[in-house]
């Protein structure tokens, strides 16, 4: 007879080289996933949009125009 889902579940559950395996792939997709989210969008399209309405903003307290 074979073993319900459920025992397998709690037996999964319960056993260290699984439980490490699990730590192991969330560090690693967590690193993975915040490193691109931080090179990529943030670095890329926020960052840049930022200082540019800054600048713009800077610019007009100022009154100074950029002759291009």
């Known amino acids: 007879m074979t073993e319900s889902w459920f025992s397998e579940y709690l037996e999964l559950l319960h056993d260290p080289a699984h439980i490490l395996f699990e730590l192991t792939l969330m560090v690693v997709f967590d690193f993975l996933i915040g490193y691109v989210g ?6 890329r399209f926020i960052l840049p949009r930022l200082r ?3 600048h713009e903003e800077i610019d007009r307290e100022h009154d100074v125009e950029h002759v291009s």
């Open 38 to 43: 931080y090179k990529v969008i943030i670095k």
């Open 52 to 54: 540019k309405e800054i």
